[in-house]
């Protein structure tokens, strides 16, 4: 197996995609896998579809084990028929070798299949598994390798909508390769531009939103506190609309509230008011 994939080295070059995709063709080709690989590409992460990827002529086998190799995640698509391919557990087994040798990220995906069921070899997908009893030699390995696989972390889709079921997995994966859009990052308001490997951005954009809502809460507690004052605030510059994630126009907002209402001790005795509410004290 590594004779072949190195033999293939010029056909894919280095670090050329960001998600490998494997999956039983019969199973989810044209559905659930190919609706995902499109979420991906729509989303600038590249990725390795056999359809799409492969020119004819090319060795498949080598070429897809190759680009297991140059690629940063691979997402694993256990369907009920994925353990009958033998092509298909020949790329489980090398996928796993490269999270142990190149820390490639692994993330299984459970469709309409029991995780259960796959680590031990059960049921329907067990089943399945059963008709590669031929391959003696390979069973032991393809065996521990279904088991690695359901050990993992992963999605698991029984039913529902699969749309959503896809951004949940792409937002995963961006997060896990750190493939963030960052043209849409500039375009938010007091965006923290500071990054670094570990940070997905996620945990400031809730912190931004629940700054947004908590400012909302405030204004209004202050108003009720302070009904009847001579305090002339223009309403547009007090409310945050929904799309407002930044904190740093929070903080401007509360400011410009201090600066307009009239009297310092007011505003501080409103304010610790306003936090005792919010408090529940």
């Known amino acids: 197996m590594q004779g072949a994939s190195s033999s293939s080295g010029s056909l894919i070059p280095p670090c050329t995609h960001d998600v490998f995709l494997s999956f039983r063709g019969t199973d ?12 991906l590409e729509r989303e600038k992460i590249k990725t390795f579809f056999d359809d799409h990827k492969l020119k004819r002529g090319e060795n498949i086998s080598a070429a897809l084990l190759q680009a297991i190799e140059v690629s940063k995640i691979s ?12 092509w298909c557990l020949d790329e489980l087994v090398k996928i796993l070798e490269c999270k142990e040798s190149k820390q490639q990220i692994v993330i299984p995906v459970f469709y309409k299949v029991d995780p259960s069921h796959v ?14 009893k031929y391959n003696k030699d390979k069973i032991p390995r393809w065996r521990a390798a279904l088991t690695q696989v359901a050990n993992l972390s992963g999605w698991t889709y029984v039913n529902g909508y699969e749309y959503d079921f896809i951004e949940k997995i792409v937002k995963e994966i961006k997060e896990a390769a750190g493939l963030h859009d960052q ?7 007091g965006f923290n531009h500071q990054s670094n490997k570990d940070s997905t951005g996620l945990d400031d954009q809730r912190k931004n939103r629940n700054g947004a809502d908590l400012y909302n809460q ?3 507690e202050v108003q009720k506190i302070l009904h009847g004052a001579d305090v002339h605030v ?14 740093e126009l929070y903080n401007r907002a509360f400011l410009e509230v201090q600066r307009k209402i009239n009297g310092a001790d007011l505003y501080n005795q409103a304010y610790l008011d306003v936090l005792n509410k919010i408090n529940g004290g």
Do not use: M, W
């Not at 989810?28 to 979420?39: A, D, I, K, S």
């Not at 043209?183 to 308001?189: M, N, Q």
């Not at 223009?234 to 904190?247: C, D, K, M, P, W």
């Open 234 to 247: 223009n309403r547009s510059s007090l409310e945050v609309e929904n799309n407002l994630n930044g904190a």
């Open 218 to 220: 405030a204004v209004l």
């Open 119 to 132: 680590r031990h070899q059960i049921d329907s997908f067990g089943e399945a598994f059963a008709g590669l």
């Open 183 to 189: 043209k849409k990052k500039g375009d938010v308001p």
């Open 75 to 86: 997402v694993v698509i256990c369907s009920e028929n994925y353990g009958s391919s033998s």
């Open 28 to 39: 989810t080709r044209t559905g659930f896998t190919y609706n995902l690989y499109n979420v």
